[in-house]
C-alpha cells in the first residue's frame, strides 16, 4: 500500500526497529507499523535530554504513532505506549535485534504487510515468555518470506509431485525441492523436515537442524552479498 499521498496518519500500532541521528539533535527513526509496512520518520530534536519522545524510542515495544508528510521521510509527532511492557533479555534480545536487522533488510519501505505486523508482534511475546528461540526464530523467517511473496514450496517438489517424506530432496532457492542437484548449489533435506515445516511441527531433532539450514540458506539468498550484523553473534550462540 503506497502511502506517499496521504499527509498525515494517528494512532498507527507501530515498532521501532532502529534510529540512527539526523542534524543536530534529531533522529530518523525506522518504524514497523501496521497499516503502512516499514515507515521512515524524523523525531525532531528527539536527541536533546529533555525530549519527551527520546524515552519512547526503545525497540520491541508496542507503540501508537503519528506522523505527517507526502515524501519516503516523514515527520514524527508522537509516540505513546501501548497494550503494555514487553522484557527481552540476553539471547532474546538478540533474538529480537535479529528480527528487527531482517525486516530492514528485505522489507521494502511503505509496502502494508499486516499478517506479517501480527506475527512480529506474537514473536516478540514469545521470545519474551523464554520459550525455545531456534524454532521461534525459524517460525518467523518462514513466514516473513511467505508474506513478502518468496516463493518457499514446502508440499511439492519443483515438478509438483507431493514430496515423500522418506526421500532426500535437494532445495534450491527459487526452485525448492529438486530430486537431484544439477544446479549444484542445493542444501540435502529430508522430505520429512519440508512437511514437518508445512504443519509448523518442529518437535522432531533433524527437524530442528535441517530447518536452519534450509532458513540459513534462502535468508542468504534474498540478502545477497553484505551480511547481517547480528547473524555472527546468533550464530555463536547456535540459534541461527
Given at each position: 500500500?503506497a502511502v506517499?499521498?496521504?499527509?498525515r496518519?494517528?494512532?498507527?500500532?507501530?515498532?521501532?526497529?532502529?534510529?540512527?541521528?539526523f542534524?543536530?539533535?534529531?533522529?530518523?527513526?525506522?518504524?514497523?507499523?501496521?497499516d503502512?509496512?516499514?515507515?521512515?520518520?524524523?523525531?525532531?530534536?528527539?536527541?536533546?535530554?529533555?525530549?519527551?519522545?527520546?524515552?519512547?524510542?526503545?525497540?520491541?515495544?508496542?507503540?501508537?504513532?503519528?506522523?505527517?508528510?507526502?515524501?519516503?521521510?516523514?515527520?514524527?509527532h508522537t509516540?505513546?505506549?501501548?497494550?503494555?511492557?514487553?522484557?527481552?533479555?540476553?539471547?532474546?534480545?538478540?533474538?529480537?535485534?535479529?528480527?528487527?536487522?531482517?525486516?530492514?533488510?528485505?522489507l521494502?519501505?511503505?509496502?502494508?504487510?499486516?499478517?506479517?505486523?501480527?506475527?512480529?508482534?506474537?514473536?516478540?511475546r514469545?521470545?519474551?515468555?523464554?520459550k525455545?528461540?531456534?524454532t521461534?526464530?525459524?517460525?518467523?523467517?518462514?513466514?516473513?518470506?511467505?508474506?513478502?511473496?518468496y516463493?518457499?514450496?514446502?508440499?511439492?517438489?519443483?515438478?509438483?509431485?507431493?514430496?515423500?517424506?522418506?526421500?532426500?530432496?535437494?532445495?534450491?532457492?527459487?526452485?525448492?525441492?529438486?530430486?537431484?542437484?544439477?544446479?549444484?548449489?542445493?542444501?540435502?533435506?529430508?522430505?520429512?523436515?519440508?512437511?514437518?515445516?508445512?504443519?509448523?511441527?518442529?518437535?522432531?531433532?533433524?527437524t530442528?537442524?535441517?530447518?536452519?539450514?534450509?532458513?540459513?540458506?534462502?535468508?542468504?539468498?534474498y540478502?545477497?552479498?553484505?551480511?547481517?550484523?547480528?547473524?555472527?553473534?546468533?550464530?555463536?550462540?547456535?540459534?541461527?
Open positions: 500500500m506517499s499521498n496521504i499527509s496518519q494517528d494512532n498507527q500500532p507501530v515498532y521501532v526497529l532502529h534510529t540512527y541521528p542534524k543536530e539533535t534529531s533522529l530518523v527513526v525506522e518504524l514497523f507499523s501496521r503502512f509496512g516499514r515507515v521512515a520518520s524524523v523525531a525532531k530534536g528527539a536527541r536533546r535530554p529533555r525530549s519527551a519522545m527520546r524515552g519512547m524510542l526503545q525497540s520491541f515495544q508496542p507503540l501508537l504513532g503519528a506522523w505527517s508528510g507526502k515524501l519516503e521521510l516523514k515527520t514524527l509516540l505513546e505506549w501501548h497494550s503494555g511492557l514487553l522484557l527481552l533479555q540476553g539471547q532474546a534480545l538478540m533474538c529480537g535485534f535479529y528480527l528487527n536487522e531482517l525486516l530492514l533488510r528485505l521494502p519501505r511503505e509496502d502494508a504487510h499486516e499478517a506479517l505486523f501480527e506475527h512480529y508482534a506474537q514473536t516478540l514469545t521470545l519474551a515468555s523464554g525455545d528461540s531456534a521461534t526464530l525459524r517460525r518467523f523467517e518462514l513466514k516473513m518470506l511467505q508474506e513478502m511473496g516463493a518457499v514450496p514446502l508440499e511439492r517438489d519443483e515438478a509438483d509431485a507431493v514430496l515423500d517424506a522418506e526421500r532426500d530432496y535437494y532445495y534450491v532457492a527459487e526452485h525448492g525441492a529438486c530430486r537431484n542437484n544439477a544446479l549444484q548449489n542445493g542444501v540435502l533435506l529430508s522430505g520429512k523436515t519440508l512437511l514437518d515445516m508445512a504443519r509448523d511441527d518442529y518437535s522432531d531433532l533433524q530442528q537442524i535441517q530447518s536452519k539450514q534450509l532458513m540459513r540458506i534462502l535468508i542468504s539468498h540478502l545477497g552479498d553484505k551480511p547481517l550484523h547480528t547473524r555472527q553473534l546468533l550464530l555463536d550462540l547456535q540459534e541461527i
